[in-house]
T-cell receptor, first 109, second 111 residues
C-alpha cells in the first residue's frame, strides 16, 4: 500500500518568516495530494490540494508543489502568522488516502 | 448542513467490552472512512467505504468491523476492546478522490 513520509516533525519559525514542509510518497499511481491543518481538539481541515496533472498551486499565502518524477510534494507558507500554529498533515491518494505523520508548526510572535 | 457528526465524543471501556462508534454525514457523499490518530503516527486508515454496501480494509483493520447499509451512516464496531485501541477516532466523508470532511473525533480510552 501507499507509504507517505513527512518532514520535519516539528518546525518553529518567527512571525513573518516562511515555513516549508516536505512529503514523499511511494505509490506512483497516487494522483491526489491534499494538505490538512489540525487545530487542538478538532478534526483536520483541508487547506490546499493538488492533482497529479499540476506542478504547483497557490492560494494566498499557501502554495503546494508536486514533483511526480521524484514522488515528493511540499507545502510552503509565506508571511507566517501566530494563527498558522497547528499540526499539518500531507496525504496521498489513489484508491484510499494515506497520511504523513504530521508536522507541528509553531509561529513565534 | 451538519456535515460529519460523530458520537460519542468521549468513551472509556474496559478490556473485552464492545461498542460502536457512530458516524453520520448529510452531504450525500459516497466515500466514508475511519481513521485512528495516535501521537507521532498521524492518521491511519482503519476501514473505508466507496458506497452503500461496499467496504474495504485500510492500513490497520484488525479488531474493527464496519458496515455501510445507508449512504449517510458508517458505524465502526469494536468487538472486544483492547488497551492498544486507545486512540482518537475520526470519521471522514468525501465525494470521491476529493476533499475529505472530518468529524470532530471520538476520544476512546480502554483500561
Amino acid at each position: 500500500g501507499e507509504n507517505v513520509e513527512q518532514h520535519p516533525s516539528t518546525l518553529s519559525v518567527q512571525e513573518g518568516d516562511s515555513a516549508v514542509i516536505k512529503c514523499t510518497y511511494s505509490d506512483s499511481a497516487s494522483n491526489y495530494f491534499p494538505w490538512y491543518k489540525q487545530e487542538l481538539g478538532k478534526g483536520p481541515q483541508l487547506i490546499i490540494d493538488i492533482r497529479s496533472n499540476v506542478g504547483e498551486k497557490k492560494d494566498q499565502r499557501i502554495a503546494v508543489t508536486l514533483n511526480k518524477t521524484a514522488k515528493h510534494f511540499s507545502l510552503h507558507i509565506t508571511e507566517t502568522q501566530p494563527e498558522d500554529s497547528a499540526v499539518y498533515f500531507c496525504a496521498a491518494s489513489w484508491n484510499d488516502m494515506r497520511f504523513g505523520a504530521g508536522t507541528r508548526l509553531t509561529v513565534k510572535p | 448542513n451538519a456535515g460529519v457528526t460523530q458520537t460519542p465524543k468521549f468513551q472509556v471501556l474496559k478490556t473485552g467490552q464492545s461498542m460502536t462508534l457512530q458516524c453520520a454525514q448529510d452531504m450525500n457523499h459516497e466515500y466514508m472512512s475511519w481513521y485512528r490518530q495516535d501521537p507521532g503516527m498521524g492518521l491511519r486508515l482503519i476501514h473505508y467505504s466507496v458506497g452503500a454496501g461496499i467496504t474495504d480494509q485500510g492500513e490497520v483493520p484488525n479488531g474493527y468491523n464496519v458496515s455501510r447499509s445507508t449512504t449517510e451512516d458508517f458505524p465502526l464496531r469494536l468487538l472486544s476492546a483492547a488497551p492498544s485501541q486507545t486512540s482518537v477516532y475520526f470519521c471522514a466523508s468525501s465525494r470521491g478522490h476529493d476533499e475529505q470532511y472530518f468529524g470532530p473525533g471520538t476520544r476512546l480510552t480502554v483500561t
